[in-house]
């Protein structure tokens, strides 16, 4: 039952997630240029292309790159997942270790409701798995920050080589993964050189100055994620959108907020049907991401300032190249130190997460047994 769910989630997965967001960025850009004109100059029809095919590539890629890194780690993860969870603390570190491996976290939360679905693991367990993967899975954004963008067709390339030249299988799926790694970085650098006229823009920099406000950056972020269901996609966005100087690092940290949020609609829609435990572990997942963006919504200037100090500074650099080179790892350092610091303080309060979510999803009243209903007495019966 719970690989045909896989199957069938996929399958939803790879037709409509393409459509969906391309559906939402038409939107979105359409709203900055509704009052354009011809005067204007700019190739609109080549920067849509580059915009939704970097983004089709990039989506592509992942997609690969995940299956290729599941098949070569083979199904010991699936054990791994449902036996190394005996406290909270090995839970998270094992959820933080599958989802790097992976590079999904969905993937994970999936796993862990069908577990929790079949028994396999408690609530209790699954709460500190989902903590867990919510690190993991920061380690994309770490990988598309490095700035290899310039080698994406040479690992295309020496991947497809590896994939068809070779007839051992784990060789093949070495292929798959360089090759889907570069479709990544490929589909980031159509992304980065479509958006790049929009630098002098007015009134789509009008639109990405809309999302100063944190909770406008918050709700946009969400809402997208949750329609092309990979909060990767979303962080590689951003951190474009942050290296082309559309968007300052505070408001970069709002929309990883919000996609952090909007992650969590996978796992609820793999709880549909599912019994109690499996609702609870994927309301669970939400309500933690919930309440750490409440957490630090009113810390972002702060969290910025931290990003800052962690993250490399490029001094040989100035203007534009400095933000280029800067803005990409401070995103990522930015996603990486939220789901951490949210992770170690959450992770005590697991217990307290999983009663809150029982009160949320009671369990359904049992059945009364037909002997001890009360029986219906005629009143007629009882006057004489």
Known sequence: MFKNYNTSLMFLSSHFRLPLSAALFITLIGVAFAATDASTGLPWGEMLMGLFGGLALFLYGLDRLVAALKAVAGKGLRNILAGLTGNRYLGALT????????QSSSVTTVLVVGFVSTQLMSLTQAIGVIIGANVGTTITAQ???????????????????????TRRETLRHYGQILMSLGLV???????GDAMRPLQSYQPFLGLM????????????????????????????????MAGQGFITLPTGIALVFGASIGTCVTAMLAAIGKPRDAV???????????????LWLGFIDQMAQWVIWLSPVAEDLSGTAKLAAEAPRQIANANTLFHL??????????????WLVRQLVPDKPSPVPSESRPTAIKLSRLIP
Do not use: C, D, W
């Open 95 to 102: 959820g933080a270790l599958v989802t790097a491996v992976i």
């Open 185 to 191: 970085f490929f589909g980031m650098s159509l992304m």
């Open 143 to 165: 990988i598309v920050a490095f700035k290899v963008t310039q080698y994406a067709l040479l690992m295309i390339a020496i991947g497809f080589a590896i994939e068809f030249l």
């Open 209 to 240: 100055a809309e999302m100063a406000n944190p909770l406008t950056g918050i709700a946009v972020a969400a809402l997208f994620t949750a329609l092309i269901q990979s909060s990767s996609a979303t962080t590689a966005i951003i951190i474009v």
């Open 341 to 354: 610091l949210n992770s170690l303080l959450f992770l005590p309060f697991i217990k307290q997460l999983a």
């Open 280 to 294: 609870r572990a994927a309301l669970a997942h939400l309500l933690f991401n919930v309440f750490g963006v409440l």
